[in-house]
């Protein structure tokens, strides 16, 4: 089945520096991807759409400039979280859209990774 | 638009039981509608995708249905097993792709 790889699982990092998450998708080409973010206990919160070749359409209330997307083949998408803070720690996760000829056979998701910011 | 809404919000049931978990979404006009296992600082684990044209998909233990008229899916999860306990999500897409997740169920299957 389709399979996306996110890289890395858990990352810590100190205020003020930048992280870059990686999703791959391994035997598919992904012309969209999605990127979430996670409270704990809670439910999956869109942050932006990413197209491959064009600029990522961010959700009210997501900052551009903090969260850089970029989706610059059919298999790579990352995020990259700039300066982050303490209050950037959270759980991300990316997901594509596995389309067939016919039908679309619903998304696939990475693993997730979990960024701590100290 | 698009609310998807489950219920409960938590279940706990001991080993054996036969269990539903339902899912509800207030636009009809949806053209598939996916069941997602979540385990605790995991990703999404796709479980069942039911295209809009069809009622119900199994793979094993596990069968979802879908009532596009009433606006609801469920999850029967027979004979459970303490491996079962997770947290279960359903989703359904809007145009444009993007997926509008429930808040899903916490399960938990006592041994």
């Known amino acids: 089945g389709a399979v996306v790889s996110q890289h890395p699982s858990w990352v810590i990092c100190k205020s003020g520096t930048s992280v870059k998450i990686e999703c791959r998708s391994l035997d598919f080409q992904a012309t969209t991807m999605f990127w979430y973010r996670q409270f704990p206990k809670q439910s999956l919160m869109l942050m932006a759409t990413s197209n491959e070749g064009s600029k990522a359409t961010y959700e009210q209330g997501v900052e551009k400039d903090k969260f850089l997307i970029n989706h610059a083949s059919l298999t790579l998408s990352t995020l990259t979280v700039t300066s982050a803070h303490p209050e950037d720690s959270s759980f991300y996760i990316c997901?594509?859209?596995?389309?067939?000829?016919?039908?679309?056979?619903?998304?696939?998701f990475g693993s997730g990774t979990r960024l701590t910011v100290v | 638009k698009q609310e998807v809404t489950q219920i409960p919000a938590a279940l706990s049931v001991p080993e054996g039981e036969n269990l539903v978990l339902n899912c509800s979404f207030t636009?009809?006009?949806?053209?598939?509608l996916q069941w997602f296992r979540q385990d605790p600082g995991k990703g999404l684990t796709s479980l069942l995708l039911i295209q809009s044209s069809q009622r119900e998909q199994t793979s094993g233990r596990l069968n979802a249905s879908l009532d596009k008229s009433s606006g609801r899916s469920t999850l029967y999860i027979a004979a459970s097993q303490p491996g079962d306990s997770a947290t279960y999500l359903c989703?359904?897409?809007?145009?444009?792709?993007?997926?509008?997740f429930g808040q899903g169920t916490e399960l938990s299957v006592k041994p």
């Open positions: 636009d009809s006009a949806i053209y598939n």
């Open positions: 989703a359904a897409p809007l145009q444009g792709g993007k997926l509008i």
């Open positions: 997901s594509a859209s596995v389309s067939g000829r016919r039908s679309n056979y619903g998304y696939t």
